[in-house]
C-alpha cells in the first residue's frame, strides 16, 4: 500500500514561489504516476499538475507557465515548483498516485487512489 506525505507548503506574498514535495513510500514513482490536486475552502478539489512514469506532464490551464512538476526517483519523491504565485492559487495541496499508469497521465481525481494527507499554501494579496 502506498503512503504519501506533502511538504513544502508555508505563507508566501503574491509573486512568490514554494516548492512541495510528495515522498512516497511502498510504490515507486519512476514506476507510476503522480498528480498533484489543491482544494480551496468551499470549492471541490481540483486538478493542478502531473507526471507519469513515462515523464510525460500535464498541466492545468490555471497554472500552466507558472507551475513545474517533477520528480527524482532516487529520493522516490515528486516536486510542485510553483512561480508567480497568486491569491486564488491558495488552497490545500494533495498528492495522489493514479490507479493505472498510463503513458500519459490523467487529470480524472477519480482515477488516483492513494492520497497524501496535504500541505497548507497560502498566498497574500
Known amino acids: 500500500q502506498a503512503q504519501l506525505a506533502e511538504s513544502g507548503g508555508g505563507l508566501v506574498q503574491a509573486g512568490g514561489s514554494l516548492r512541495l514535495s510528495c515522498a512516497a513510500s511502498?510504490?515507486?514513482?519512476?514506476?507510476?504516476?503522480v498528480g498533484w490536486f489543491r482544494q480551496a475552502p468551499g470549492k471541490a478539489r481540483e486538478f493542478v499538475a502531473a507526471?507519469?512514469?513515462?515523464?510525460?506532464?500535464y498541466y492545468a490551464d490555471s497554472v500552466k507557465g507558472r507551475f513545474t512538476i517533477s520528480r527524482d526517483n532516487a529520493k522516490n519523491t515528486v516536486y510542485l515548483q510553483m512561480n508567480s504565485l497568486k491569491p486564488e492559487d491558495t488552497a490545500a495541496y494533495y498528492c495522489?498516485?493514479?490507479?493505472?499508469?498510463?503513458?500519459?497521465?490523467?487529470?480524472?481525481?477519480?482515477?488516483?487512489?492513494?492520497w497524501g494527507q496535504g500541505t497548507q499554501v497560502t498566498v497574500s494579496s
Open positions: 507526471i507519469a512514469w513515462t515523464g510525460n506532464t
Open positions: 511502498g510504490r515507486t514513482v519512476s514506476s507510476n504516476n
Open positions: 495522489a498516485t493514479q490507479g493505472v499508469a498510463s503513458a500519459s497521465p490523467s487529470q480524472n481525481i477519480n482515477e488516483y487512489n492513494y
